[in-house]
């Protein structure tokens, strides 16, 4: 059983930063790939960045290109997001998602998420 658990959202002011964590377990993740995609109120889910497990190769929707940082920690299980650099429209529900083999960035092809923590930037 995957479970895949977010943390670290919150409220912070523009121009800030937080860390999200997403705590995955149930499976040996070597081969995955992993995912952080938001949700807006009133918007599509859309991806932001992606990373595997195997040589930390990563990507960035570029919205966020350049003000964010996804890394992992093997040994951990566990995945962060740095984000840095808030914007307003940063604000939304981060999901934390999980694939098994390479990388793509469709939610639709993501099989496991986790609940979601509330990230608001305010001005």
């Known amino acids: 059983q995957v479970q895949l658990v977010e943390s670290g959202g919150g409220l912070v002011q523009a121009g800030g930063s937080l860390r999200l964590s997403c705590a995955a377990s149930?499976?040996?993740?070597?081969?995955?790939?992993m995912g952080w995609f938001r949700q807006a109120p009133g918007k599509e889910r859309e991806f932001v960045s992606a990373?595997?497990?195997?040589?930390?190769?990563?990507y960035y929707a570029d919205s966020v290109k350049g003000r964010f940082t996804i890394s992992r920690d093997s040994a951990k299980n566990t995945v962060y997001l740095q984000m840095n650099s808030l914007k307003p429209e940063d604000t939304a529900v981060y999901y934390c998602?999980?694939?098994?083999?390479?990388?793509?960035?469709?939610?639709?092809?993501?099989?496991?998420w986790g609940q979601g923590t509330q990230v608001t930037v305010s001005s």
């Open positions: 149930g499976r040996t993740f070597s081969t995955y790939t």
């Open positions: 998602a999980a694939r098994y083999g390479i990388m793509y960035f469709g939610s639709n092809k993501y099989d496991y």
């Open positions: 990373v595997t497990w195997s040589d930390g190769s990563a």
